[in-house]
């Protein structure tokens, strides 16, 4: 999960300089996958969920996340982007998992979440005083994104969601609802763009990105509870700061470097409260 989100992030970093737009990259996203999975949803129905469930679960994980995460990257940096996204999670997912799920919040993962908090709060700081001036925008819709992604895991989680079975009601709700729209009424450069960029962009975006984060997300927050994996999947914006300074040329700030410190440092405080409780059980 980890690698797969870093490289999300660094390629909508690289597709907010090309031709395709949020809605174009979504529906690439989705639209091999929904079609693929239909006739495995049609002959397995929708496990036990009401179709207006299924339908919040596909626009959270669907148009709900991909749209203000690639739009976001129109606006501000991939650290940014990769601190709000991944390190944002839990800010969202704790209260929805205490709320919908019963999950109890832990005195280390108050901790952990207000380090992480504090670090987005750090972000947010260097949007509005040393960023362009439309970054702060890149990074509200960053956030939008983030909560939009932790109630589908917490929803996938209390439904009893299988990985298979939410990945290809995702895909085959946003391929059916969201597709036509975005077709019809929505800005689109699918025409004018490159075969190399639409082809590279439909193998990851359809293909590794979606498979990796739709089945990989829910299994991961079935064994391990929404909150926790939401914190391990925030390891992603120290590997994404590097190789965006490396491979972009992203200038990376005081503010930025203390952001993202703090984020690994709440990371760092759920994690290690939560092999103390596997080496206790292991003895």
């Not at 909560?147 to 059916?176: C, D, E, M, Q, Y």
């Not at 990376?252 to 596997?278: D, E, P, Y």
Request: one cysteine or more; glycine letters at 10%; aromatic letters at 14%.
């Amino acid at each position: 999960m980890v690698f797969i989100w870093t490289s999300f992030h660094l390629s909508g970093r690289i597709g907010a300089e090309l031709t395709l737009t949020p809605y174009d990259l979504t529906t690439l996203r989705f639209c091999g996958a929904g079609l693929i999975l239909l006739p495995w949803l049609i002959r397995n129905g929708l496990g036990g969920i009401s179709f207006w469930q299924a339908l919040l679960l596909a626009m959270a994980a669907g148009p709900g996340f991909s749209v203000f995460a690639f739009g976001g990257y129109h606006f501000a940096p991939a650290a940014h982007g990769a601190t709000i996204l991944a390190g944002a999670l839990p800010l969202f997912t704790a209260p929805f998992a205490w709320w919908l799920a019963g999950e109890r919040m832990s005195t280390a993962r108050v901790i952990s979440i207000s380090l992480i908090f504090a670090g987005v709060l750090f972000l947010l700081i260097d949007a509005t005083t040393e960023g362009t001036p439309d970054e702060w925008l890149g990074d509200v819709l960053f956030f939008v994104g983030a909560a939009s992604w932790s109630l589908f895991g917490v929803l996938a989680r209390k439904w009893n969601v299988t990985p298979i079975r939410s990945a290809a009601i995702v895909a085959v709700f946003t391929f059916a609802t969201f597709t036509p729209v975005h077709l019809l009424f929505l800005p689109s450069g699918l025409l004018e763009a490159p075969w190399q960029e639409l082809t590279a962009q439909w193998i990851f975006q359809g293909g590794i990105m979606f498979i990796g984060s739709t089945f990989g997300y829910p299994r991961a927050s079935a064994a391990l509870g929404a909150t926790t994996t939401a914190t391990a999947v925030a390891l992603v914006p120290a590997s994404v700061t590097i190789l965006a300074w490396m491979w972009l040329g992203e200038v990376v700030g005081a503010i930025t470097i203390g952001g993202v410190a703090l984020v690994i440092m709440g990371t760092l405080a759920s994690t290690v409260k939560f092999r103390n409780k596997l080496n206790t059980a292991k003895g």
